[in-house]
């Protein structure tokens, strides 16, 4: 909803300062008179609901140029939702990467805490997470999607080596909830769409975030601490090693691709882009030896972006994806 602060912020001047009310006013027309103030009260709320979403862009933009140009691809009117949930999930994964000058346990409790309890009353002056809830209370995102995200957020905390199970329950957590959460918006209250497109989407975060760990591995084991994948050494890892890691993103890639030729047309092509882009580093990466991604973190240069943003909205275009 666009308004014009000042012409409400005048209309009440208008009101206050030139009407005396005298105290025998009938009701019906007394409520005249409290008319303008609702619709200053509504217009200042819409303001902060827009700034609360620019803030969720700007970080987007800040933090991921190519989600940013798969959200900009997408029909408009979904573009601020995926900004809440990208900005959401960014800042608190900051928390457990980055702070580490700062007790990072407290800091990701008081988040979580701060989260619910927005998400309960429907506001927060926090302007991510306030723009997060104004997305789950309107997409009936389900809390268990959240929890999940938060327990993975809490694995962190405490690198440890992971198991088969711990790294499913942290890709679930971390990557596959934000592609059930992204859908919820895609599909609009369409349950049945939901409901079969579920699977695909978990896919898609998880090979999202798995191309993440290959590319960070460096990073993640002399930063952090962590390796994330199952039975790697990372002082050792092995061309057989890096294969079996490769086919099985190889395998979620090619399940997603299926889904997201069944989103709706107004979410398919900004997917269809982010996971182009995503394949192509993939691809970046299968094509080195190990050594390489333990030694320098491989991305997509900004021309080669280009090039896959244009065939890929010519392809869109063509309906041939």
Partial sequence: MKVRIGYFRCLNLLFFIKIKVPYTLQPSKCLILFIPNALFTLAMLSLFHKTTFDCSRLITQAYSTSFTLGIKALDSKLHEAIYGIYAFVRYADEIVDTFHDFDKATLLTEFKANTYTAIERGISTNPVIHSYQMVVNKYHIERE??????????????PSDYSSDSYKEYIYGSAEVVGLMCLRVFCEGDKAAYNRLKEPARRLGSAFQKVNFLRDIRNDYQNLGRVYFPNVDFTNFQVSAKKAIEADI???????????????????FGVYLAYRYYKALFLKIKNVTPEVIKKERLRIPNPTK??????????????VM
């Fill in 145 to 158: 999607l959240t929890e999940a995200f938060f327990n993975s957020m809490e694995m962190d905390l405490h």
């Fill in 250 to 268: 190889e395998a979620d890639f090619e399940a997603a691709y299926k889904g997201i030729l069944e989103l709706p047309k107004s979410a398919r």
């Fill in 306 to 319: 280009a090039y896959i943003l244009l065939k890929s909205a010519i392809r869109n275009y063509a309906n």
